[in-house]
């Protein structure tokens, strides 16, 4: 079955950076777009950036020029790389599949209901 495993997060210093891995299994991970949400307690789970099968990347305009989403589909993983990190970015951050049906991602109006498996979340924590 389809499994996604993040890791990398961690507690950071504002100004820091992080990469977040993702690692899948279960399927054929090049034909499916993919994103990165993040969550904290009590708020709607936020989009942040999107990769198509062929590569096409798109962010939320809070990460855009920070953020960077990457994968190597010879290593099925998923990549986040997170730089000057500040408090608004902590929160627990998933890695998620798009569903068959859904060929592209953007970051406006993207939905978790597009979005057919998850990852069990790793935590960050930006603070001083």
């Known amino acids: 079955q389809v499994q996604l495993a993040e890791s990398g997060g961690g507690s950071v210093q504002p100004g820091g950076s992080l990469r977040l891995s993702c690692v899948a299994s279960?399927?054929?991970?090049?034909?499916?777009?993919m994103a990165w949400f993040r969550q904290i307690p009590g708020k709607e789970r936020e989009g942040v950036a999107s990769i198509d099968a062929d590569g096409t990347t798109d962010y939320g305009d809070s990460v855009k020029g920070r953020f960077t989403v990457s994968k190597d589909n010879s290593k099925r993983v998923l990549y986040l790389q997170m730089n000057d990190l500040n408090g608004d970015d902590t929160a627990t951050y998933y890695c998620?599949?798009?569903?068959?049906?859904?060929?592209?991602?953007?970051?406006?109006?993207?939905?978790?209901?597009?979005?057919?498996?998850w990852g069990q979340g790793t935590q960050v924590t930006v603070s001083s």
């Open positions: 279960g399927y054929t991970f090049s034909v499916f777009c």
């Open positions: 998620a599949r798009c569903s068959p049906d859904v060929v592209t991602v953007t970051i406006t109006g993207i939905r978790p209901s597009d979005f057919d498996s």
